[in-house]
């Protein structure tokens, strides 16, 4: 592939709903223009940008992917996003490496949640969006029902460039309503043909047009309010530069399966969609904090962001980068800002889905990889050490899903945590933890798929088993009363014996763990020992007499005691200290303590009462909501945390994907009756009693 400049590049995000068909379409483009020899299916396994094994077996994008292709002089590279929520990470990943979304809508089925949240993503990112209605040869696709739904919800800015002439539930002819011709695709390749008679519809889809022309300049909006005719050359250059500006949204429409429509949508994005010097211009920010305007200019200082990493165990890893200015090449000298380290760029490679193509460079503007970065991750500004500047990274959504991993056999934990520290690499919406207190590995994601993938990459990758299982929750245990009680410990054996005596008072108190005292007198315990019943007692916290877990907001005070000038030792001491832990706690009504969580869930109006009620029915507390915009309202509530292990999939479920909420720890609270008895035996069963 010839080497373009930025004013012939176009970065094409493709996104939507799951299953609307942004592969097949990506596949479609891909083959009309050349850049592969043969169109691919999903069903098949045998696409370009589904090549992962998952993705295969799946016969879904579980991740970003990347295929260059060239049309009419321009260089579209196309960021095949994925549509599944659990792989939302995807989505933020081309967005942030795209300057044009292409939202791909299912003909059959209409506007779904991806719809608005790939809307909604394009919205927040400043970017140009098309949107492309495709399978309209299935018999059940209804292409003006669909047409009429963005327009109700997304507004007048909704423009129509091609429409379907629907005879008898086909739709063979495609009219370019711009150009005003019409092409018939029944033999397969397109035939110009003369205009159908549409009738009153087409007088409606031209008052659409002039209703988003009118909506991008001032005049012309007076000129649509007078009753004026636009002329052609006004609604051509009105609606390209609506569609650069962002205020149009163009409608296009095929098959990208039976390749409707597709040399039309071609023409249309290599025309419409703004290049990557109009648009992929960014602001940066020096090393003072001042910001810097970073023009996409070939001849400047290099600067590029990195948008995406794979890390794999045979190839090593491949670090995906958007050029904002000048060129990255073997001879560009480069900082990562993070680290602050000077990188080497080995080679530079176009990635066309899995395969790596040879280049000279990656110019500003343009979308490549570089392999073997060891030390390069996602979201990475890499930039020439005599222009230092950071730019936005790539902004993830929290994991809401986290379940704790059981290697299949004993030993292999290490195997484990090295895979899935690759795999976090990879995938920055995957974390992975060691719980200390717990002594479980536990990972977290974006849903069960999400995490099912994770431990199918985990066997195919790295060679390791696991399960899943839902992870412990970190109860802790105080006491309630105060109680005095005695600690003696008396060993005799063959020469020196073991003798300590303590008197401790325990009592509750608002410490994170255990406050020690003493107020001995008369020297009945020798100072030299306190440390020694310190010590004891702080070991003997970290296990609790109800159910083995931590002690909180324990005071012990030493007060009283006896010594043996020859038999007592630090040992000694420690020992009893821990005899009177041991038999003091029982009595001091000790209370086990559950983690309550603040919860911050953003969900539709209509979906309040469900999200109350569930909150209620997990023993929560609903403190109040306030709105959050586009019909939209935020549920604030404090919940047990032991209660919201399932609750991304209730809302999930509930919302159809459009709500979301975060939860975050705010204290510990004694937990009720029933719930200390079922922790209590679980700990009991565990430890075989």
């Not at 300049?217 to 002329?231: M, Q, R, S």
């Not at 060691?434 to 999400?450: F, R």
């Amino acid at each position: 592939m010839n080497q373009y400049q930025a004013k012939n590049i176009i970065n094409l995000a493709v996104a939507g709903h799951s299953g609307a068909g942004k592969t097949s379409l990506a596949e479609a483009m891909l083959y009309l223009s050349g850049a592969s020899d043969r169109r691919g299916k999903v069903g098949e396994g045998n696409t370009v940008c589904d090549y992962d094994p998952e993705e295969i077996r799946r016969k879904a994008s579980i991740s970003a992917a990347v295929a260059p292709l060239e049309w009419k002089n321009k260089k579209i590279n196309l960021l095949d996003a994925p549509g599944l929520f659990d792989f939302e990470g995807g989505l933020c990943e081309t967005m942030r490496a795209a300057d044009t979304v292409l939202i791909v809508i299912s003909g059959k089925d209409g506007i779904s949640v991806g719809t608005e949240k790939a809307f909604a993503a394009a919205e927040k990112r400043h970017l140009a969006k098309i949107f492309f209605v495709n399978g309209l040869c299935d018999e059940s696709a209804r292409f003006y029902r669909v047409f009429e739904d963005l327009k109700a919800q997304f507004g007048p800015s909704v423009c129509p460039v091609v429409v379907p002439y629907i005879q008898g539930d086909q739709a063979n002819i495609y009219i370019n309503l711009l150009e005003y011709k019409a092409y018939d695709y029944s033999g397969g390749k397109p035939v110009a043909v003369p205009m159908p008679d549409m009738g009153d519809r087409l007088e409606g889809l031209r008052t659409a047009i002039y209703e988003a022309v009118a909506e991008t300049d001032d005049a012309l909006f007076e000129k649509y309010f007078a009753g004026e005719e636009f002329t052609p050359e006004e609604v051509i250059v009105g609606v390209s530069k609506g569609v650069k500006a962002g205020t149009i949204t163009p409608v296009f429409c095929g098959d990208a399966m039976l390749m409707r429509g597709m040399e039309q949508f071609l023409d249309g994005v290599a025309w419409l969609a703004p290049s990557a010097e109009e648009k992929a211009a960014e602001i940066g920010v020096d090393v003072d904090g001042n910001p810097v305007e970073l023009p996409v200019n070939e001849d400047a200082a290099a600067v590029a962001l990195v948008f995406k990493t794979v890390a794999d165990p045979f190839i090593g890893k491949l670090s995906y980068l958007k050029v904002i200015s000048g060129k990255i090449s073997t001879e560009t000298q480069l900082v990562n800002m993070r680290t602050g380290n000077a990188e080497r760029v080995g080679k530079t490679v176009m990635m066309v889905g899995k395969k790596q193509e040879d280049v000279k460079y990656i110019g500003a503007g343009d979308i490549g990889a570089v392999p073997k970065f060891a030390a390069v991750n996602t979201g990475d500004t890499l930039c020439a050490p005599t222009r230092k500047v950071t730019l936005e990274g790539v902004e993830y959504p929290t994991p809401a899903l986290t379940m704790a991993i059981v290697p299949k056999n004993k030993g292999e934990e290490d195997k484990v945590a090295q895979g899935m520290l690759r795999l976090s690499e990879e995938d920055p919406t995957l974390q992975f933890s060691n719980n200390v207190e717990t002594h479980e590995l536990v990972i977290g994601g974006l849903g069960e798929q999400h995490l099912d993938v994770a431990i199918s990459k985990l066997k195919t990758k790295f060679g390791v088993e696991v399960t899943l299982k839902t992870p412990k929750v970190p109860y802790r245990e105080t006491i309630r009363k105060m109680v005095q009680v005695q600690g003696r410990h008396k060993k005799q054996t063959g020469g020196h014996g073991q003798f300590g005596d303590v008197w401790i008072e325990f009592s509750p108190c608002d410490s994170e763990g255990l406050e020690f005292g003493e107020r001995v007198v008369g020297g009945s315990v020798p100072k030299g020992f306190f440390p020694a019943v310190e010590k004891g007692l702080r070991e003997c916290i970290l296990k609790g007499p109800l159910a083995g877990y931590p002690v909180v907001g324990l005071s012990a005070v030493l007060y009283d005691g006896s010594y043996h000038p020859v038999d007592s030792s630090e040992m000694a001491f420690k020992t009893a200290a821990s005899i009177a832990y041991r038999d003091g706690m029982p009595k001091a009504n000790p209370v086990l303590l559950e983690p309550i969580g603040h919860l911050r869930a953003t969900v539709p109006d209509g979906n309040m009462g469900d999200v109350m009620g569930e909150v209620n029915k997990r023993r929560g507390r609903v403190l109040g909501m306030e709105p959050a915009g586009s019909g939209r309202q935020t549920v604030e509530a404090e919940v047990p945390m032991a209660e919201m292990h399932d609750f991304c999939t209730f809302l999930r479920q509930c919302t159809q994907g459009r709500g979301s909420f975060t939860f975050e720890f705010e204290r510990y609270e004694e937990a009720p009756g029933n719930v200390s008895q079922k922790v209590i035996e679980a700990a009991k069963a565990e430890s075989g009693e």
